[in-house]
């Protein structure tokens, strides 16, 4: 079983950034695909980033995020990143990280990649 933890959320005007954390139990973290996902008020959940290590990171990002959103890894802590740049009240969401312990479906946009899935963190842009 693992356990994720969001945090890092919070309001923000457009423009502004902010950096979501996710930390995860287990022993074999750096061996984990880890992925974030959000989901808006009224929406489907969609993919947003995600990472594999294999020796370097391997990034999928979904392309409406491409250039403003980095997502990063310390396997020493166990911990996942997303930092959140030039931000649009359309990014508004709660945003959920989720784990693929085995690694081998990562980096996937597909939400059936990943067995466990946090508590999401809401992420509130204003204009």
């Known amino acids: 079983q693992v356990q994720l933890v969001e945090s890092g959320g919070g309001l923000v005007q457009a423009g502004g950034s902010l950096r979501l954390s996710c930390a995860a139990s287990g022993r074999t973290f750096s061996s984990y695909a880890m992925g974030w996902f959000r989901q808006a008020p009224g929406k489907e959940r969609e993919f947003v980033a995600a990472?594999?290590?294999?020796?370097?990171?391997?990034?999928s990002y979904a392309n409406f995020v491409k250039g403003r959103f980095a997502i990063s890894r310390d396997n020493a802590k166990n911990t996942v990143y997303l930092q959140m740049n030039s931000l649009k009240p359309e990014d508004t969401a709660v945003y959920y990280c989720?784990?693929?312990?085995?690694?081998?479906?990562?980096?996937?946009?597909?939400?059936?990649?990943?067995?466990?899935w946090g508590q999401g963190t809401q992420v509130t842009v204003s204009s």
């Open positions: 989720a784990a693929d312990p085995s690694g081998s479906r990562g980096p996937s946009s597909g939400m059936s990649s990943y067995d466990y």
């Open positions: 990472v594999r290590w294999s020796g370097a990171n391997v990034i």
